[in-house]
Structures are given as structure tokens and as C-alpha cells.
């Protein structure tokens, strides 16, 4: 079966991708998982979501699990492992099956892959990717912030203006943040320490460092690998306002086009993706 459309991840962005594409009838697969954004279900609060007051992820994860299922839209379970280009349309591979879209729309998220050991284990319990998300937690607290790139030093200024303490660990030459509450260790974190909750970082001089939680502000990586000739920069997707990448009939919404990784950011670029595939199609 040739699929008007192939969405390939199911967080935030991938939802409203799938809700806009049903709406209009337009005939397309949705590979992910039927649970939806684990990510998202793993947050503690969203305080930013339109509508929504302080809601913790897993219900609003929950709410968005029902709007699809109330629309009867099907999900695919499966891993893409490559997509080709052919003519006018794209082969997708995921695992033994095969797929032909004449559209894709990439809401991948970012993935966090070369962290520390035992980070994957406490996201959501002290381990965060977004500052202007899950900073007000620590308010007055101890956290420790990796930062693999200095564009993300303003994230890491404002959750110095918060805490009570930051352990800065930048990841380049001639860092620019600083503080009375900032301290910038020699040593490096090499894993994270915890029970229920994060507790701090083991360096890699021995010492443990007591903290509250631990953002790690890096750059996502490269998604050309998945897709020959994808236009990347610095690990995300290139994307215009219309969500459309270097190759025809390829868009992209979500955290894999760049920071911000907000929810309400990643699904109103999925609602723009949609429209322009269905502009596409003419």
C-alpha cells in the first residue's frame, strides 16, 4: 500500500501531526509506540501547557492517548531503521516490514544517547533536558547543569537565578556563566547517584557530589544517518516555517528541529507539518 503520508514518532508533535492528517482524511501510517511519549509520561509537572494548570505528564500524556484513541487512529509499533528515497515516494524500513509513503513527517525527538551512567534511570526523578520546563522544582535547591554548548548558557543563567546552588560543568573553552551561587568544578560527573530520587553525581576524581537535580542542556544528534542527504545542524533537523526539510516531501516537528523542547512548541509544529503535507499533496 502506497500511504499518503508516514509519521514517523509518536510524542506531542506526532499526535497533532496524526489528529490534523485524520481530520482530512488523507490516508497515512503512524509508526511509534501506543503508549505515546514515554519522555512526556515521565514528567514530573508541565506548568507551560495551554489548558492545562501544573498537569504531570503522565496525564497529559493520558489526555492525549484518548483524543487519538477517540479518533481511531491506529499506531504502528515498530523501530525505523532506514528510510530511501524512491522517485516520488520513500521506502521505509522497520525491521522485517516495509512501508511507501509519498510523504514523511519526522517528530523523532532527540535522543539522549551518550550520557551519563545510570542518567536514563532518573528522568523525570531529578534528571532533566529543560530548564524553563522544570527549573521552578529546584527553587532554592542544589543542582548541578552539563552543558555541552555555550548557546545553552542562558538556560543555564536562569536556573542560577533559582537555585540555591549550581554546580556548572561546561563541555567547551571560555565559559560565561558565573555567579555567587555558581561553582564550576574541575573534576567531571561520570555517573548519576540516586534511590528513589537523584542524590548527586559521582566524579570522575571519586568524589560524590551531593545535588538535587541535573540538567543536561547538549545538543541532540545527527538524524542524516536515518535518511540520506537530511539537511542537519548541530544534531537537529533544518526545517523552514512551513516545518519542510532540504528533500521534497519530507517535514519535521518537534524536539529533532531544535530548542526549544517544549510541548506546546513541538505540537504546534506538528499541526504546521500536517498542513504542509496536505499542501503538498495537493
Not at 507551560?48 to 499506531?75: C, H, K, S, W
Not at 554548548?149 to 561546561?170: I, M, S, T, V, W
Request: hydrophobic residues 40%; glycine residues 12%; aromatic residues 8%.
Amino acid at each position: 500500500m502506497l500511504y499518503d503520508a508516514a509519521i514517523i514518532g509518536s510524542g506531542p508533535a506526532g499526535v497533532s501531526a496524526a489528529l490534523n492528517l485524520r481530520i482530512h482524511d488523507k490516508r497515512f501510517i503512524w509508526i511509534g509506540k501506543k503508549t505515546l511519549s514515554d519522555k512526556l509520561s515521565r514528567a514530573e509537572r508541565v506548568s507551560n501547557y495551554p489548558g492545562f494548570t501544573d498537569v504531570p505528564g503522565a496525564e497529559l500524556n493520558a489526555a492525549f492517548l484518548r483524543q487519538v484513541q477517540a479518533m481511531g487512529i491506529e499506531i504502528t509499533e515498530a523501530m525505523v531503521n532506514s528510510i530511501m528515497p524512491m522517485g516520488d515516494r520513500y521506502a521505509l524500513m522497520a525491521g522485517p516490514d516495509f512501508y511507501e509513503a509519498r510523504t514523511l513527517i519526522l517528530t523523532t525527538g532527540v535522543n539522549q544517547s551518550g550520557g551519563l551512567e545510570g542518567e536514563a534511570d532518573y528522568v523525570g526523578r531529578g534528571i532533566s533536558y529543560c530548564a524553563t520546563c522544570d527549573g521552578g522544582l529546584y527553587r532554592g535547591r542544589t543542582v548541578a547543569v552539563l552543558c555541552g554548548n555555550a548557546r545553552f548558557e542562558h538556560e543555564a543563567a536562569f536556573l542560577a537565578g533559582l537555585a540555591g546552588k549550581l554546580y556548572f560543568f561546561p563541555y567547551y573553552k571560555n565559559p560565561g556563566v558565573a555567579g555567587e551561587n555558581v561553582i564550576a568544578p574541575a573534576s567531571r560527573p561520570v555517573a548519576v547517584e540516586g534511590d528513589a530520587r537523584v542524590t548527586g553525581l559521582r566524579l570522575n576524581t571519586g568524589e560524590s557530589l551531593p545535588v538535587d537535580g541535573v540538567f543536561c542542556l547538549r545538543d541532540a544528534i545527527a538524524l542524516n544517518t536515518l535518511l540520506p542527504g537530511l539537511a542537519t545542524e548541530d544534531g537537529h533537523i533544518v526545517v523552514d516555517r512551513a516545518m519542510a526539510t532540504n528533500l521534497p516531501g519530507v517535514f519535521a516537528a518537534g524536539d529533532c528541529t531544535g530548542r526549544p523542547y517544549q510541548y506546546a512548541k513541538a505540537v504546534g509544529e506538528g499541526n504546521v507539518a500536517a498542513h504542509s503535507v496536505i499542501d503538498y499533496l495537493g
